[in-house]
């Protein structure tokens, strides 16, 4: 079982939409990072939290410590966010070491 | 503010041919890393540096592949020989520090071993 899940792997949405994916681990954490990767392969990091809550623009990210369950949700999806979203933990006592989910692919249609 | 610079940006060769790829980090970045990225998976860590320190290296198959981060800055990923398996995105990260800092990736290198 990898420690890192998300969920969906693909996801098709039309413009506009609300758009929520899920990352769940099994191991404790010090962090989570939520990265997108577009075609071509760069990789871009769009939060790291612990805790909480995190909003950039039209990106908010959720953490529930106790569930081992993170969120990424999008609104008002634009055909620009398809991408690879990735999720990413920060194993607590990892000697620093980032285990990476397997992402989930979003297309987003106009 | 350059990012993460690699090269090349695509490799095709053929199995038992040797293959390098460089990376340099954002300037004042100590840490390093390199991973694999499979199609359809997420990125695994190959190895990790520490200024010039290699400290993460248990994921690297260290018969075939070679890593140097000479002088802290910028670093060298070798495969030698190359095997069919072997074709995959290699990434290169740098951060300020350790993995509780933000990862800034490099555009990654594609490898296809024939």
């Known amino acids: 079982k990898n420690e890192v899940e998300q969920s969906p792997q693909n996801l098709t949405a039309q413009e506009g939409e609300f758009i929520t994916i899920n990352c769940s681990y099994s191991?404790?954490?010090?962090?989570l990072h939520w990265l997108q990767q577009h075609p071509g392969g760069g990789i871009v990091s769009l939060f790291m939290l612990s805790s909480g809550k995190k909003k950039h623009g039209r990106l908010i990210a959720t953490i529930n410590i106790q569930e081992k369950h993170s969120s990424l949700h999008i609104t008002a999806s634009h055909p620009r966010d398809s991408a690879v979203y990735i999720c990413?933990?920060?194993?607590?006592?990892?000697?620093?070491?980032?285990?990476f989910g397997s992402g989930t692919q979003l297309t987003v249609l106009p | 503010e350059a990012g993460v610079v690699q090269s090349p940006r695509y490799k095709i060769i053929e199995k038992k041919q040797p293959v390098a790829f460089w990376c340099n980090p954002i300037?004042?970045?100590?840490?390093l890393y390199w991973y694999r990225q499979n199609l359809g998976q997420g990125p695994e860590l190959l190895i990790r540096y520490e200024n010039e320190e290699a400290v993460d290296d248990s994921q690297l198959p260290k018969d075939r592949f070679s890593a140097e981060r000479l002088k802290g800055v910028d670093s060298t990923l070798k495969i030698q020989p190359a095997e069919l398996g072997d074709s995959a995105v290699y990434l290169c990260a740098s951060s300020l520090g350790p993995a509780s800092y933000e990862q800034y990736f490099g555009p990654g290198t594609r490898l296809t071993v024939t």
């Open positions: 191991v404790g954490i010090s962090a």
């Open positions: 300037s004042g970045h100590n840490t």
């Open positions: 990413a933990v920060d194993a607590s006592g990892s000697a620093r070491q980032l285990t």
